[in-house]
């Protein structure tokens, strides 16, 4: 009958439909693949080309991949709009790139906004940024605060990092306590910077014990 007919074209249609559809997904995603590995090999121009025939095949990773991109090549204004647009279509890794990217502009405000809206959908990479940012603010008590924050979600560079803040503030003690459980987590920057504390404060003793116990 006509009707039967009408409906297995219908379905031949939808069937067909689905399989270009996939057939555009994994075209876009090579083209995104490929961008990657040209971008990888320091091949900028190439990996551009093959970022945007993958935004324009309907891949919307390379938005933000392509504003890496420009970021590395200091061209801010276009890995501005490229951030924008990946925040856009519903990417929220780019919310704390763009703060980053703020903040190498030294626009703290413009930082601080996404860094706060990444924090809000579950980026915790922001939280150590936000405290790195106030900590170059000389906002003491907030950087303290978003790096214990970090800290809690078990960012142990952020326990190295509050030592360093706890020392600029002359709070030996702390700096002393934040460097060993960063040394615990397995943070050399931690070491170095205790044998430096103990070292300006002629701490012998604990000097000879740090480098006995990690063979420095």
Same mark, same amino acid.
């Given at each position: 009958?006509?009707?039967?007919?009408?409906?297995?074209?219908?379905?031949?249609?939808? %069937?067909?439909?689905?399989? /270009?559809? +996939?057939?555009?997904?994994?075209?876009?995603?090579?083209?995104?693949?490929?961008?990657?590995?040209?971008?990888?090999?320091?091949?900028?121009? =190439?990996?551009?080309?093959?970022?945007?025939?993958?935004?324009?095949?309907?891949?919307?990773?390379?938005?933000?991949?392509?504003?890496?991109? &420009?970021?590395?090549?200091?061209? &801010?204004?276009?890995?501005?709009?490229?951030?924008?647009?990946? +925040?856009?279509?519903?990417?929220?890794?780019?919310?704390?790139?763009?703060? %980053?990217? !703020?903040?190498?502009?030294?626009?703290?405000?413009?930082?601080?906004?996404?860094?706060?809206?990444?924090?809000?959908?579950?980026?915790? /990479?922001?939280?150590?940024?936000?405290?790195?940012? !106030?900590?170059?603010q000389k906002n003491y008590s907030k950087a303290e605060e978003y790096f214990k924050k970090?800290?809690? %979600?078990?960012?142990?560079?952020?326990?190295?990092?509050?030592?360093?803040?706890?020392?600029?503030?002359? $709070?030996?003690? $702390?700096?002393?306590?934040? &460097? =060993?459980?960063? +040394?615990?987590?397995?943070?050399?920057?931690?070491?170095?910077?205790?044998?430096?504390? !103990?070292?300006?404060?002629?701490?012998?003793?604990?000097?000879?014990?740090?480098?006995?116990?990690?063979?420095?």
């Open positions: 009958t006509k009707l039967e007919d009408d409906a297995k074209e219908k379905i031949a249609e939808a %069937v067909q439909n689905a399989k /270009d559809e +996939i057939k555009q997904q994994s075209k876009a995603e090579e083209l995104f693949m490929q961008g990657n590995s040209h971008y990888y090999n320091k091949e900028y121009e =190439k990996a551009k080309e093959y970022y945007l025939k993958a935004i324009d095949a309907g891949n919307d990773d390379a938005l933000n991949n392509l504003g890496n991109l &420009y970021k590395e090549q200091k061209n &801010y204004s276009k890995a501005e709009e490229y951030y924008k647009k990946a +925040i856009d279509a519903g990417d929220n890794g780019a919310l704390n790139n763009l703060g %980053v990217l !703020y903040k190498e502009q030294k626009n703290y405000s413009k930082a601080e906004e996404y860094y706060k809206k990444a924090i809000d959908v579950g980026d915790n /990479d922001a939280l150590f940024n936000l405290g790195n940012l !106030y900590k170059e970090a800290i809690d %979600v078990g960012d142990n560079d952020a326990l190295n990092s509050l030592g360093v803040l706890y020392l600029s503030q002359k $709070k030996y003690l $702390k700096a002393e306590e934040y &460097y =060993k459980k960063a +040394i615990e987590s397995g943070n050399n920057k931690a070491l170095n910077n205790l044998r430096i504390l !103990y070292t300006k404060q002629n701490e012998q003793t604990k000097l000879e014990q740090l480098k006995q116990k990690y063979k420095i």
